[in-house]
T-cell receptor, first 112, second 113 residues
Framework: SQQGEEDPQALSIQEGENATMNCSYKTSINNLQWYRQNSGRGLVHLILIRSNEREKHSGRLRVTLDTSKKSSSLLITASRAADTASYFC????????????FGTGTQLKVEL | DAGVIQSPRHEVTEMGQEVTLRCKPISGHNSLFWYRQTMMRGLELLIYFNNNVPIDDSGMPEDRFSAKMPNASFSTLKIQPSEPRDSAVYFC???????????FGPGTRLTVL
């Protein structure tokens, strides 16, 4: 099974609304990262949160990490049509070097 | 500064043919990763290199797949012979030391007929 599994698989919202995506993982991690992938493109790094951090902000992004529940959430506030993309969480497993394991992704559609 | 460069961007080939995908990492990065993305299996790590040395190739599906990194600025992923089930988008990514953030190339869309 996947190390990281995102929920929901797909999300459709109106522009201006907030979007929340969740990620669950199974093993101890050094850090958790979120990436965005626009259709037909490579992944782009958004934000990294380390295992000793609980919350991090970057612009309209807010990430939380709960290591006791092995879960993370990504909140995009005041969404825009340009936020339409797939979002992936990726975990750097403890003892795994600099290898990342990617989740299954959430497809976000922001409608005008 | 140029990002990760992959070539070709699209490749259509027939079953049984050899396919070679190429990647140029960001200058100065010392780790390189090859991924495969499909609808069914998502994004899978195939192999990664640190300082041109293969560290983990446990994701390479079978002996038909091989990867090399002859120097710090070039890597290849070869499939010989190719099969229709190899059809996917193949991504290369690079990173600098333990900074953890990976920078992805645009991908190569491979179709094996």
């Amino acid at each position: 099974s996947q190390q990281g599994e995102e929920d929901p698989q797909a999300l459709s919202i109106q522009e201006g609304e907030n979007a929340t995506m969740n990620c669950s993982y199974k093993t101890s991690i050094n850090n958790l990262q979120w990436y965005r992938q626009n259709s037909g493109r490579g992944l782009v790094h958004l934000i990294l949160i380390r295992s000793n951090e609980r919350e991090k902000h970057s612009g309209r992004l807010r990430v939380t990490l709960d290591t006791s529940k092995k879960s993370s959430s990504l909140l995009i506030t005041a969404s825009r049509a340009a936020d339409t993309a797939s979002y992936f969480c990726a975990t750097a497993i403890t003892g795994g070097g600099n290898k990342l394991t990617f989740g299954t992704g959430t497809q976000l559609k922001v409608e005008l | 500064d140029a990002g990760v460069i992959q070539s070709p961007r699209h490749e259509v080939t027939e079953m049984g043919q050899e396919v070679t995908l190429r990647c140029k990492p960001i200058s100065g990065h010392n780790s390189l990763f090859w991924y495969r993305q499909t609808m069914m299996r998502g994004l899978e790590l195939l192999i990664y290199f640190n300082n041109n040395v293969p560290i983990d190739d446990s994701g390479m599906p079978e002996d038909r797949f091989s990867a090399k990194m002859p120097n710090a600025s070039f890597s290849t992923l070869k499939i010989q012979p190719s099969e229709p089930r190899d059809s996917a988008v193949y991504f290369c990514a690079s990173t600098l030391g333990r900074t953890d953030t990976q920078y992805f190339g645009p991908g190569t869309r491979l179709t094996v007929l």
